[in-house]
């Protein structure tokens, strides 16, 4: 089956920092790859997607690249703000009839420290 | 309307309580999900509902029960829970009903205390 594995956190960075989260996965097909963030207390939010190798997904200053030759799709930010402090889940969701669901890694904490 | 609303944002019940939680979405989406997430998880998969049908059942006990009455709301019927049902529920809901390369539009969840 689909499956999604994140770096281990919690990752605390100073204020302006780079940002790389790691996030491989295992499927069959051409899966649709995503992240997602979760603030304090609030649900999941569409950070960013993309649908095929290659393609580059930006939002809010982050960026991630479905690399189908490492199947990787890590997430970076050149200089993190306080306000960038959440949960971040790397998602899939498979193209194959019956393999649609959506499947997160475990979720990296992050900390940005004034 | 991009969003998907969840009531109640936090809900206290006894064991021998019976509860329902509520979802809602006017973005014409024909999939419907139902989420739990226990504190510092990723989400887990409980339901998911495709053009108002039940598709998906990840072996849930009987005490969760869906119901979606039309394409725009979903519930979630609770009955004789257990203190480890305490957990934040998320309702999602997404476009070409549940295939494709679209993500999930997450409500911001009911946080469910049972005592």
């Known amino acids: 089956g689909n499956s999604v594995t994140q770096m281990e956190g919690p990752v605390t960075l100073s204020e302006e920092a780079f940002l790389t989260i790691n996030c491989t996965y295992t499927a069959t097909g051409y899966p649709s790859l995503f992240w997602y963030v979760q603030y304090p207390g609030e649900g999941l939010q569409l950070l960013l997607k993309a649908t095929k190798a290659d393609d580059k997904g930006s939002n809010k200053g982050f960026e991630a690249t479905y690399r189908k030759e490492t199947t990787s799709f890590h997430l970076e930010k050149g200089s993190v703000q306080v306000s960038d402090s959440a949960v971040y889940f790397c998602?899939?969701?498979?193209?194959?009839?019956?393999?649609?669901?959506?499947?997160f890694g475990t979720g990296t904490r992050l900390t940005i420290i004034p | 309307d991009t969003e998907v609303t969840q009531t109640p944002k936090h809900l206290v019940m006894g064991m021998t309580n019976k509860k329902s939680l509520k979802c809602e979405q006017h973005m014409g989406h024909r999939a419907m999900y139902w989420y739990k997430q226990k504190a510092k998880k990723p989400p887990e998969l409980m339901f998911v509902?495709?053009?108002?049908?039940?598709?998906i059942n990840e072996s849930v006990p009987s005490r969760f029960s869906p119901e979606c009455p039309n394409s725009s709301l979903l519930n979630l019927h609770l009955h004789a829970l257990q203190p480890e049902d305490s957990a934040l529920y998320l309702c999602a809901s997404s476009q070409d009903g549940d295939r494709g390369a679209y993500g999930y539009t997450f409500g911001s969840g009911t946080r469910l205390t049972v005592v």
């Open positions: 509902y495709s053009y108002e049908k039940l598709s």
């Open positions: 998602a899939l969701r498979g193209s194959n009839f019956g393999n649609e669901k959506l499947t």
